[in-house]
């Protein structure tokens, strides 16, 4: 059986503050996205690892890399259109193989922990799915489309990270389905599809590094650990 | 008619971190609290600024009002066991009248800007209430009670800030209902009380301080204004 990761870095790269794309901006002296593959080369043995990048990302991807050498380095693969594209890119490489795994990770989640990956891949052999979640921290209000509004139990909703992990083969079958503006991430195309989705524990600490003050928050997390 | 703004840190002021809880928490050289209400002084006219603390913290706050002199000094009052009980003493202590408005404010929300506290009174005049919100930032799952879940869209939903504006009176007499622990905030009460939201835009970076994570976070945001 297989394990293969995959790491979606496919958008072009907005720059924000700096000079850097999101994914190669300076996160305590390392680029983000060499915090996020470390992770994913600590956390157990791969067959491979994937790395979605856009197209015009490669050349200084390829000058990070020199920079900064991985013990395992991941085969780059180009990006589509929008995310859902990028990650059928993808899933393709991934050989047909019964019982293999792949866990699909945000590149802009460099604070993912070894151990965390590690356990929803397990949890994903166990169940076919294993999906990262956390407590909405929030008080939320749900908006009719007649502009209605009521409050909501925050305790029914949980909010959704990666890596989300699953079968490969049901992965690469689900991806080839035609793209939907609903998918927001692989759960809800793995759940079109017809499968349930496992809900596991994510860590509150593996933020998405979107905007400055996010990443600015990195640094702190960073910090103290 | 009146205008009046309610402050609640009606808690217990479990410490993090350091050694003072949390609305006394530094921030930039000045303690949490006194930042809420720098906020507030600097909106606009207010008739009263009431402040609900916990009987234990009165001590505590008299000596930070000698370090950090504010020009508009609010009237405490005693919180009580849970949240709604706070805002119930502090709205007892508005005088009924027709016409007169009550901002409710998280205390450990120290980023919020006059302005917008100005615009949500005024929309709160127009209204009848006026509840900041932000959209939800992360993919959201909802959990029902057999355990399964499903994905939801997350443009439906809308994420709770404070402060929510209402009339006095309205609030006044919604707030003499029974405690139920679905009363998670002001808006809750007042829906529950028969009345109808108006959702108001909220601001980002009015974040609530409630871990050392937090903390950090916003300092960063006052570091970049």
């Keep these: 059986v297989g394990r293969y990761a995959l790491i979606v870095a496919g958008g072009k790269g907005e720059r924000f503050g700096g000079d850097r794309p999101k994914q190669f901006q300076d996160l305590g002296g390392t680029p983000l996205l060499v915090h996020t593959l470390q992770a994913f080369q600590d956390a157990m043995e791969w067959d491979e690892l994937l790395l979605v990048l856009h197209p015009t990302m490669m050349a200084d991807w390829e000058r990070i890399l020199e920079e900064y050498p991985l013990s395992m380095v991941p ?15 993808g899933v393709r490489e991934i050989p047909e193989k019964e019982g293999s795994l792949v866990a699909v990770h945000d590149a802009v989640r460099p604070l993912v922990r070894p151990e965390r990956i590690r356990n929803l891949m397990e949890e994903a052999e166990l169940f076919g799915t ?25 305790s029914h909703y949980r909010v959704v990270q990666t890596p989300q992990c699953f079968r490969s083969n049901s992965l690469k079958a689900a991806m080839e389905r035609p793209f939907n503006s609903e998918y927001t991430d692989e759960a809800t195309v793995i759940e079109a599809h017809g499968e349930a989705i496992h ?5 509150v600490e593996n933020i998405k590094v979107t905007t400055p003050l996010d990443l600015r928050i990195a640094e702190g997390i960073l910090k103290d650990r």
Excluded: M
Aim: zero cysteines; glycine letters at 12%; aromatic letters at 2%.
């Design 75 to 89: 085969r780059t693969i180009a990006g589509g259109e929008e995310r859902f594209h990028s990650v059928r890119n």
């Design 130 to 154: 294993a999906v990262p979640t956390v407590p909405l921290k929030e008080s939320i209000r749900q908006v009719e489309g007649d502009g209605t509004n009521e409050a909501v139990d925050r």
């Design 199 to 203: 809900l596991s524990e994510g860590d």
